[in-house]
């Protein structure tokens, strides 16, 4: 087999980034104006100092709903038929799985339900589980070629329209999963992000913030508990000090185990514990789909060569 291609290869290298001194509302905001799911924090130096993402940020939603649980016990509670997806993109369990990461990609999400014939929802595909397929089909030991051979159909990641804010929040933090699937009986009828929940209590996280800076000018002695939830403070309070970084000679099969392996979505990339460049599970996915997606009667002679993936043109960050 020929030498895979280097994370330089297929690095982004023009990134949303954080200072450590950010307040962590702003990271939030941040991270929901520009549509992404989380950004390499750095010193001034670019030195690497760690990761603010989604699931940080859920954790600051967490101190911020429990807070104002005690403040406000009889607030109506958001719940998930108020703000879940409803215009799904389905795939079926026969589906080819280089088709189907091709309309995760074209389609710019990161996972969809698979359902049979009749509506029934089986489990999901995503970005995560698409690794399996990267890292079989460089050595072309695919077993087959369908959907339903590597989606996951834990159901702990679905929960009813009823559900609150709340508790998708705790199930975000207590489970790997990005997305959990509204099921209606055994039908998908919605689906909730970890973005989406974000987006839902992103008002009440506003509110408390307001709240906090007003109370920072009142005695401390005759403060109430709004600083039990710190929304003003840093985000270095907040994010992944130990995040798996990787340097640029990583080849591909081997990010994508660790994708695989792990539940990171994104790797920076170092050069000297200094900050140059980022790989996501979408950019690896785009890289190795270029490959993939060919046609039958070539594709299993091409997918033992993943360096032949030609080079791509630089994309933003996802």
């Known amino acids: ?5 280097p994370a330089a290869d297929i690095m982004v290298t023009r990134l949303v980034t954080l200072g450590p001194d950010v307040p962590v509302i702003e990271g939030i905001a941040r991270l929901l104006k520009s549509n992404i799911t989380g950004a390499p924090v750095h ?11 989604e699931k940080c940020c859920l954790n600051v939603l967490s101190l911020a709903v429990d807070h104002a649980d005690e403040v406000h016990s009889s607030a109506p509670q958001c719940r998930a038929r108020d703000f879940m997806a409803r215009k799904l993109l389905t795939l079926r369990p026969n589906m080819d799985v280089f088709d189907a990461i091709g309309l995760l990609l074209k389609n710019r999400i990161s996972g969809a339900p698979v359902v049979d014939e009749a509506g029934k929802f089986l489990g999901v595909f995503s970005e995560k589980t698409s690794m399996k397929v990267v890292i079989e089909s460089a050595y072309a030991q695919l077993p087959t070629a369908e959907v339903g051979a590597f989606m996951n159909d834990d159901p702990h990641r679905t929960i009813d329209e009823q559900t609150d804010l709340p508790t998708i929040v705790h199930l975000f933090l207590s489970t790997p999963y990005r997305r959990l699937v509204v099921l209606r009986g055994n039908r998908a009828v919605g689906q909730i992000s970890r973005r989406d929940a974000l987006r839902a209590g992103f008002p009440l996280l506003g509110k408390l913030a307001a709240s906090e800076q007003e109370a920072a000018a009142i005695p401390a002695d005759h403060r109430d508990s709004l600083a039990d939830c710190p929304t003003t403070a840093p985000l270095a309070a907040f994010m992944d000090r130990n995040a798996r970084t990787v340097d640029e000679d990583m080849d591909l099969v081997s990010l994508a185990n660790i994708f695989l392996q792990t539940n990171y979505r994104r790797l920076p990339v170092l050069r000297d514990r200094r900050l140059v460049g980022q790989i996501s599970r979408r950019d690896l996915l785009k890289a190795a789909h270029q490959m993939m997606a060919v046609a039958p009667s070539t594709r299993e002679s091409n997918l033992l060569y993943l360096s032949s993936l030609t080079p791509r043109e630089e994309a933003p960050i996802a």
């Open 1 to 5: 087999m020929s030498t895979p291609r």
């Open 43 to 53: 010193d001034s130096t670019r030195s690497f100092l760690g990761v603010f993402s």
